[in-house]
């Protein structure tokens, strides 16, 4: 081809340009055949960040729908790197507000170029503060963060969450999936040179709410009741259960220490410990009731049968056991009552090691109840085989074998509801939209007859009007039970100790119709340290607030709770017979301040003063009388003040009296009548 010529040129630079055509769409066809998504991606993640938000939790309720953990708006801080002139002046301003040191906040940044946390789920004031510096490349995201506004309340149930909205204990663990559901998405667009010009967020799904078995006003008297017994004894530690002993609703968990689940990361493993389900003990003579009604259903004795307690000593395979007290003839009722070591001996030798076994196991010892909540210990029940010749007496009076509460408040249940065991749970509902659900319970397993847990619940009864546990007697309401005081096991001198002990009472009440049942436990308490001592009266005080609470018929003589009223003042009311509890001290406990009921100097009778009276800020005295005991009792826990009930029926007095200022947290004093002239004479009319 000759190029000197025009026609010759046009043509070669015709070709050339189409040679170079369909090689470029050649090029082109190739990428968008072959490897369209591998650019792609790399355009989108040099283009666009997506970033989780944190997860939704949906709300967690006592059994009245009442809020105990919720997800609230919060928001977090973020930084896009490459929009800051100075990053190092961005951390320098920032650090102060997050009380951090500068370099922390440097090597956030130093992360990535496009993105970085700076904080997250500030509080409204942080956020504000870092809002108003108003700087460059600083930006804003809302996320949900969980919010338990009882603060300490049922915080071992409820459990905890991490910074991401994962749950960590409790409820929040147990039943993480459900209530937490996929995060949400943040996407930031960003030009070619890395900077950011737009973003948009997907917000995260709705979970399953769940609905507790718990009662928030049982539960706060649980909890502001083993405060206090832990103040008053100096306690180590303490476990308070409430059930329903016909279903195994557990209306109250209470564990102290405790922790506030809003700070969880400010609190100690200790602290986070659910003792109902994990702590584990020997129980002490509160095993009985598992000896003596396996005896009775068995047909080796009777409750009226006499046992020769040989002055209170027996030896077992060379072992001389010794009882606290030199008991001679007793019956099996009497032995119960009296907690003999020597007579629950010698019927668990009549019953034999193993039907004593058999019944220690269906009674659900040495395997989980099938609580519905995290770490449940299974208890130490050795095999049957692995009992040594002195492990029938042991085990019958209550050593050799680990329980958790959760175990024995079952234990005690089956005695008040007809021989049933019952599994506890905390879980009501679970609720998702509009659709409620009730997960299904096992149906309930006998263990005993009705008529061993009948011959039982009166032998309990003795227990608590002439034996052990006669500062569990209630006004009002007939109760039923068992104390127990046992010996922890050192592991440093091989035996067990003498001075640290667990004092345990276990009952309920009223016994014919048994509403409630109460475990109590006191962990090496100073002083007084007996079961029947410490933890009786604290089963009292329980037992008297939640049966009111709850608007249980009383089951003894309306009259003898008047009499009880007016003989005795108000201010020094069993009710009221503990001493001052300072909130500051008792971590969590600040929703009530107690009286304080401690003698004077000079070793007069003590003073209770029942109201916190204060001139300026406060609250004044609500009138409450007129009302019911359940009206009252509500009024009061929204105002935040703690009520001292007395009697049953209408209000008829109160102290201090309507419009009195007083702090919250106070205690007020209310009497309940339903004699006509009373309440005649609480309107000012007189009776005729």
């Known amino acids: ?20 055509i369909a090689v470029a769409a050649g090029r082109l066809a190739y990428l968008q055949l072959f490897h369209y998504s591998d650019y792609y991606a790399r355009a989108q993640h040099q283009q666009r960040l997506i970033v989780d938000v944190g997860a939704s939790r949906a709300e967690i309720f006592d059994r009245n729908m009442r809020a105990l953990a919720m997800s609230v708006p919060v928001d977090s801080a973020f930084a896009v790197p490459s929009e800051m002139a100075d990053p190092g002046m961005v951390a320098r301003l920032i650090a102060p507000v997050l009380e951090v040191p500068p370099e922390e906040v440097l090597a956030r940044l ?39 506004p009882k603060r300490e309340l049922a915080a071992h149930v409820l459990g905890y ?18 209530i937490r559901t996929k995060p949400g998405k943040m996407l930031i667009l960003a030009d070619a ?3 950011w010009y737009d973003s948009n967020s997907k ?11 718990l009662d928030e006003n049982i539960q706060f008297i649980a909890e502001k009741e083993l405060g206090l017994a832990i103040q008053q004894t100096r306690a180590q530690s303490g476990t308070v259960i409430v059930e329903n002993p016909n279903t195994g609703e557990l209306l109250a968990v209470a564990n102290w220490p405790t922790f506030n689940p809003n700070a969880a990361k400010d609190s100690s493993s200790e602290s986070r410990m659910d003792r109902a389900a994990s702590a584990l003990y020997e129980p002490g003579s509160v095993f009985k009731i598992v000896t003596l009604s396996a005896a009775i259903d068995q047909g080796i004795t009777t409750p009226n049968e006499e046992i020769d307690c040989q002055n209170g000593a027996i030896f077992i395979a060379g072992h001389r056991i010794r009882d606290h007290k030199a008991y001679g003839l007793l019956t099996v009722s009497q032995v119960l009552a009296n907690s003999s070591d020597v007579g629950a001996i010698k019927i668990g030798l009549r019953l034999g090691a193993p039907k004593f076994y058999d019944y220690i ?18 208890g130490i029940l050795r095999r049957l085989e692995n009992w040594t010749p002195i492990s029938v007496g042991s085990i019958a009076m209550g050593q050799e074998v680990g329980v958790t509460p959760l175990q024995l408040i079952s234990a005690m249940s089956a005695m008040a509801n007809g021989g049933l065991i019952v599994r506890p749970h905390v879980i ?5 939209g509009t659709q409620m659900v009730e997960p299904l319970q096992p149906p309930p397993r006998r263990v005993i007859s009705e008529t061993t847990a009948a011959s039982m619940r009166q032998m309990l009864e003795g227990v608590v009007l002439k034996g052990t546990g006669t500062k569990a007697q209630l006004v009002g309401y007939t109760s039923a039970g068992k104390t127990g005081t046992a010996q922890k096991f050192d592991p440093a001198t091989g035996h067990y100790s003498t001075h640290q002990l667990i004092a345990s009472f276990v009952g309920f009440a009223p016994i014919n119709n048994p509403a409630i049942t109460i475990l109590v436990t006191l962990d090496s308490a100073v002083g007084a340290h007996e079961g029947g001592q410490v933890a009786a009266p604290l089963f009292k005080r329980i037992s008297e607030q939640v049966l009111a609470y709850m608007n249980v018929p009383h089951d003894i003589e309306v009259s003898t709770n008047l009499r009880h009223a007016k003989n005795k003042p108000i201010h020094d009311q069993d009710l009221a017979d503990v001493a001052d509890f300072n909130a500051t001290t008792i971590e969590g406990l600040d929703y009530a301040r107690i009286v304080d009921s401690s003698p004077d100097q000079s070793g007069a009778d003590a003073v209770s003063q029942t109201a916190e ?64 002239a009373l309440l005649n004479a609480a309107d000012g009319r007189g009776s005729r």
């Not at 081809?1 to 170079?20: C, E, H, I, Q, Y």
């Not at 995260?204 to 078995?213: D, F, H, K, Q």
């Not at 009501?428 to 998702?432: K, N």
């Open 1 to 20: 081809m000759d190029l000197r010529s025009p026609r010759s040129r046009v043509l070669f630079v015709a070709a050339l340009t189409a040679l170079w």
């Open 110 to 148: 130093a992360g990535s170029h496009s993105f970085a946390w700076i904080a997250r789920k500030l509080s409204p004031e942080k956020a504000a503060r870092i809002a108003a510096m108003n700087l460059r490349g600083v930006y804003f995201q809302h996320e949900g963060g969980r919010f338990y």
């Open 161 to 178: 969450v991490d910074i991401d909205e994962k749950g960590l204990g409790g409820i929040e663990y147990l039943l993480d999936d459900q």
């Open 193 to 195: 040179r890395r900077r």
């Open 203 to 213: 917000a995260p799904e709705s979970g399953t709410s769940v609905i507790l078995t």
């Open 361 to 378: 196991r269906a009674f659900g010892f040495g395997q989980p109840t099938g609580v519905d909540l995290p770490g449940e210990s299974r």
């Open 428 to 432: 009501r509902a679970l609720r998702h």
């Open 613 to 676: 009276f204060v001139e300026g800020n406060g609250i004044p005295a609500p009138g409450l009388v007129g009302r019911t005991v359940r009206e009252v009792t509500e009024q009061c826990m929204k105002l935040g003040l703690s009520p001292a009930l007395v009697g049953n029926g209408v209000a008829v007095g109160q102290s201090p009296p309507p419009g009195t200022m007083i702090r919250r947290g106070s205690r007020i004093s209310v009497r309940f009548a339903r004699d006509v």
